[in-house]
């Protein structure tokens, strides 16, 4: 079956350092792979997403790329604020018919003091 | 008004009570979901609608009920709710079913 999983919270930085969350999957086919935020008190927004392998997704200074060989798709920000204060999942979508389209890791919260 | 809406954003009933949940896409898209967050639990799917048609429900209780009457409006009919029912509540929505999902804010429901 699919899965996603990421690296277990909470991630917790000063401001300014260089963020990294790890996700890998485990896909029965060729998927495309998303990063969704959940800020306090919100529903998920999508983040920024990759369709195919060695593609980068970029948004809000955060980028991630799809890399088939590992199986991975790890969020990076270079320089986190406090705003960038939320939880932050993992996610991917297979085209099996008949079946759900996304497929989410457990989320990983980070915490960014000032 | 713009995205996926929900409404009430906040409810709170007792065990008997009857409630039903709004969910509003204004995106034209033909798919629409509902999810269920529990705090420390992974998001769980509850019911998955395409062109109007459930072609999901992953062995949810019948105390839920969804309704879908057109692409643009879903609802979540509840009745005789447990305790344990008591979660974040999320609507989404993608142009078909295999492409992103954009997500609402949610209804926090708190069963008594």
């Known amino acids: 079956g699919n899965s996603v999983t990421q690296m277990e919270g909470p991630v917790t930085l000063s401001e300014e350092a260089f963020l990294t969350i790890n996700c890998t999957y485990t896909a029965t086919g060729y998927p495309s792979l998303f990063w969704y935020v959940q800020y306090p008190g919100e529903g998920l927004q999508l983040l920024l997403k990759a369709t195919k392998a060695d593609d980068k997704g970029s948004n809000k200074g955060f980028e991630a790329t799809y890399r088939k060989e590992t199986t991975s798709f790890h969020l990076e920000k270079g320089s986190v604020q406090v705003s960038d204060s939320a939880v932050y999942f993992c996610a991917l979508s297979l085209k099996d018919t008949g079946r759900r389209a996304l497929t989410f890791g457990s989320g990983t919260r980070l915490q960014v003091q000032p | 008004e713009t995205g996926v809406t929900q409404t009430p954003r906040h409810l709170v009933m007792g065990m008997t009570n009857k409630k039903s949940l709004k969910c509003e896409q204004h995106?034209?898209?033909?798919?629409m979901y509902w999810y269920k967050q529990s705090a420390k639990k992974p998001l769980e799917l509850m019911f998955v609608?395409?062109?109007?048609?459930?072609?999901e429900n992953n062995s949810v209780p019948s105390r839920f009920s969804p309704e879908c009457p057109n692409s643009s409006h879903l609802f979540l009919h509840l009745h005789t709710l447990q305790p344990e029912d008591s979660a974040l509540y999320l609507c989404?929505?993608?142009?078909?079913?295999?492409?992103?999902?954009?997500f609402g804010p949610g209804t926090r429901l708190t069963v008594t």
């Open positions: 995106l034209g898209h033909n798919a």
């Open positions: 609608y395409n062109f109007k048609e459930q072609t």
């Open positions: 989404a929505s993608s142009q078909e079913i295999v492409y992103e999902q954009y």
